[in-house]
T-cell receptor
Framework: GAGVSQSPRYKVAKRGQDVALRCDPI?????LFWYQQALGQGPEFLTY????????KSGLPSDRFFAERPEGSVSTLKIQRTQQEDSAVYLC???????????FGPGTRLTVL | RKEVEQDPGPFNVPEGATVAFNCTYS??????FFWYRQDCRKEPKLLMS???SGNEDGRFTAQLNRASQYISLLIRDSKLSDSATYLC???????????FGKGTTLSVSS
């Protein structure tokens, strides 16, 4: 069956550009999570959605980061005015319900030059 | 201090060896605990959940000690295919986020 998919898989941006990263969760999964993984580190939580409601955005590092899931399915993570420190792999995960096993997508590798 | 801490390694072991990874967590309100495996340039995948009673899945055994806030993973009879990064993970109190350790790198050689 289809797992979590993310696009693009790779993104190179010039400093100051805006980027949008897409996540397609597993069909029927209520919960959706975004994580940021810097090189040599474990993933770090960014934000959590239950259906279309963003219930936890405590991990977003600055107001340049914005996430949405308007119809409770596909989600987009937007980063405005990208900085070099934003370079990382952005992982999306979904689960059937909040505390169920989280299944991760392949990630989007963002490089900011 | 990070909420979940683990020795980054690397652990270099020969095939057939037994290797143990340890992890500590600082938030006693954490709900649940897991070990995830991450191969190079791939996404993390759930290896197993961790319970106080201990649980075993083939060559893998995980244990949780809530009193000392300590989690372990034991791999017996290591295979080349076990080479990966093993991430110690706690689910936060609210159940809204996985908190990952930095990961421990294992390299199994023939």
């Amino acid at each position: 069956g289809a797992g979590v998919s993310q696009s693009p898989r790779y993104k190179v941006a010039k400093r100051g550009q805006d980027v949008a990263l897409r996540c397609d969760p597993i069909s029927g999964h209520v919960s959706l999570f975004w994580y940021q993984q810097a090189l040599g580190q474990g993933p770090e939580f960014l934000t959590y959605f239950q259906n279309e409601a963003q219930l936890d955005k405590s991990g977003l590092p600055s107001d340049r980061f914005f996430a949405e899931r308007p119809e409770g399915s596909v989600s987009t993570l937007k980063i405005q005015r990208t900085q070099q420190e934003d370079s990382a792999v952005y992982l999306c995960a979904s689960s059937l319900v909040q505390t169920d096993t989280q299944y991760f997508g392949p990630g989007t590798r963002l490089t900011v030059l | 201090r990070k909420e979940v801490e683990q020795d980054p390694g690397p652990f270099n072991v020969p095939e057939g060896a037994t290797v143990a990874f340890n992890c500590t967590y600082s938030n006693s309100a954490s709900q649940s605990f897991f070990w995830y495996r991450q191969d190079c340039r791939k996404e993390p995948k759930l290896l197993m959940s961790v319970y106080s009673s201990g649980n075993e899945d083939g060559r893998f055994t995980a244990q949780l000690n809530r009193a000392s806030q300590y989690i372990s993973l034991l791999i017996r009879d290591s295979k080349l295919s076990d080479s990966a990064t093993y991430l110690c993970v706690a689910l936060n109190q609210a159940g809204t986020a996985l908190i990952f350790g930095k990961g421990t790198t294992l390299s199994v050689s023939s």
